[in-house]
């Protein structure tokens, strides 16, 4: 007697299909109007030194790139890295491609997050980012036009004591996001200012400060859950 097995398909859902197709978009969209953006920002030197021959020497620039690169080469693998997690992938793509990840889109999109109760890494959480990260840029825009236009003016006419306020708009920030993680997990919180304080006033180089405080943190933590869970295991 010969028994013929069934064989199924695992079923996806339509969200899981839905959500497919939105990062599939995502990507097509990400590439294209970044590839665009980086066009767009070597078109003008490629003009100035080719066009109209104001080319200042391949060793001059090589320089300056390597000069460059020794202070902030680190960061160009440790912010999309470490910063995933909340983005997600729309939101990566939406935050290098406007800018000021650290101080605007970030934080909004993890304020955002907590406001609708998203996790990072969900799809709720990746939306929330999106969403979150689209209005802040356009919130950004429109001011930075506004300040084009006559912002200059505006800070002169302020007294000097508001303007050298500006300084701790950006602490102001960070110490925000730090509080609002620090609620959850108080002992993660004590790790992460040690370690800021140590990469502010130990001998680290500018260039790994936010390499350590990223890093340092993560493992602290993973250190800290491990031995949580080896001592409820016991």
Known sequence: MVVLERHTTPTVSKSEENFTTFHSQAHFWGRLTIWAVI??????????????????????????FLSYG????????????????????SGTY??????????????SASIAQTIVKAEP??????????LAISAASIVNT????????????????????????????LPAIFGGVLAQFALK?????????GLGIFAALGPVPPSFQT????????????????????????
Not at 121 to 130: F, M, P, Q, S, W
Not at 185 to 193: M, R, Y
């Open 39 to 64: 066009i767009c920002t070597i078109a003008v030197p490629l003009y100035l030194s080719f066009g109209l021959g104001y080319h200042p020497g391949w060793s001059v620039i090589l320089t300056g």
């Open 142 to 169: 429109t001011m930075l036009i506004a300040v084009i236009l006559g912002g200059s003016y505006l800070i002169n006419a302020l007294p000097e004591a508001i303007r050298d306020s500006f300084n701790f708009v």
């Open 70 to 89: 020794a202070v902030v080469a680190i960061v160009w693998f440790v912010e999309p890295i470490s910063y995933y997690p909340i983005l997600g992938v």
């Open 94 to 107: 939406l935050a290098f491609l406007t800018g000021n990840i650290g101080n605007m889109c970030l934080p």
């Open 121 to 130: 890494g969900t799809r709720k959480g990746e939306v929330t980012a999106t």
């Open 185 to 193: 997990k108080p002992v993660w919180g004590i790790g992460a200012i």
């Open 211 to 234: 390499f350590i405080c990223i890093t340092g943190t993560v493992i602290f933590a993973v250190i800290l859950e491990k031995m949580k869970a080896g001592g409820q295991a016991s």
